[in-house]
């Protein structure tokens, strides 16, 4: 099976998105990581969980997209 092949303009497009949706995913876990310190150093002990369990997943979506960008580059 032949592989797609993208000309240099369009993976350059396809890698600004995508580090966009990077920096989107960091600036919202930062945001998630403050509001759960917050919550939680003021005595709200059930947002911990579900926060890193939020936290987790937009890791995961980093990683997930970071991998699509190296196999790009192939």
Same mark, same amino acid.
């Given at each position: 099976?032949?592989?797609?092949? =993208?000309?240099?303009? &369009?993976?350059? /497009?396809?890698?600004?998105?995508? $580090?966009? $949706?990077?920096?989107?995913?960091?600036?919202? &876990? $930062?945001?998630? =990581? /403050? @509001?759960?310190?917050? @919550?939680?150093?003021?005595?709200?002990?059930?947002?911990?969980?579900? %926060? @890193?369990? %939020?936290?987790? %997943?937009?890791?995961?979506?980093? =990683?997930?997209?970071?991998?699509?960008?190296? @196999?790009?580059?192939?």
């Amino acid at each position: 099976m032949s592989r797609l092949r =993208f000309v240099r303009s &369009q993976r350059m /497009t396809i890698l600004m998105g995508i $580090l966009s $949706l990077i920096g989107v995913i960091v600036v919202l &876990q $930062l945001w998630l =990581f /403050t @509001a759960t310190m917050e @919550a939680y150093l003021g005595g709200d002990d059930v947002v911990v969980v579900p %926060a @890193a369990l %939020a936290s987790l %997943a937009c890791l995961g979506l980093c =990683f997930g997209l970071r991998r699509y960008l190296r @196999a790009l580059d192939d």
